[in-house]
C-alpha cells in the first residue's frame, strides 16, 4: 500500500501563500484519488480539496475554493497544495489522504480513505 509523506507546513501572517506537498513512497499515485483535510484546534477534521490521476479532475470545498488549488506532477509521485490568501481561520493540521482505482473519484468524505499521511502543521497569524 502506498504510504504517504506531508511537507511545507510553517507560519505565516495573513495574506501570505504556501505550498504543501504530499509524496508517495513505493508506489505512486497514478492509480489513485488524493485529498487534503484539515483539522483546527477543537473542531472535526474537514476536506480541503482533491485531485483524481483518472482525469486529474479536481474538488474544493467552498471555503478554500479560488484561493486554494491542488496539482500533481506528471510523475504522480508528488501531489501540491498552494495556498493563497490565508487566513486566521485556516490553521490548522493539514493532512493528505489517498484511495486507490476504482475508487478514485474524489471524496469529501473522511471515512473513504484508507490511507493517510502524518499531517503538517499550517499556522497563519493575523
Known amino acids: 500500500q502506498v504510504q504517504l509523506v506531508e511537507s511545507g507546513g510553517g507560519l505565516v501572517q495573513a495574506g501570505d501563500s504556501l505550498r504543501l506537498s504530499c509524496s508517495a513512497s513505493?508506489?505512486?499515485?497514478?492509480?489513485?484519488?488524493v485529498a487534503w483535510f484539515r483539522q483546527a484546534p477543537g473542531k472535526e477534521r474537514e476536506f480541503v480539496g482533491g485531485?483524481?490521476?483518472?482525469?486529474?479532475?479536481?474538488r474544493y470545498a467552498e471555503s478554500v475554493a479560488g484561493r486554494f488549488t491542488i496539482s500533481a506532477d506528471s510523475a504522480w509521485k508528488t501531489v501540491f497544495l498552494q495556498m493563497n490568501s490565508l487566513k486566521p481561520e485556516d490553521t490548522a493540521v493539514y493532512y493528505c489522504?489517498?484511495?486507490?482505482?476504482?475508487?478514485?473519484?474524489?471524496?469529501?468524505?473522511?471515512?473513504?480513505?484508507?490511507?493517510w499521511g502524518q499531517g503538517t502543521q499550517v499556522t497563519v497569524s493575523s
Open positions: 485531485i483524481s490521476a483518472s482525469d486529474s479532475s479536481t
Open positions: 489522504a489517498a484511495r486507490r482505482k476504482p475508487f478514485w473519484t474524489v471524496s469529501g468524505a473522511i471515512t473513504e480513505y484508507d490511507t
Open positions: 513505493g508506489p505512486t499515485f497514478k492509480n489513485f484519488a
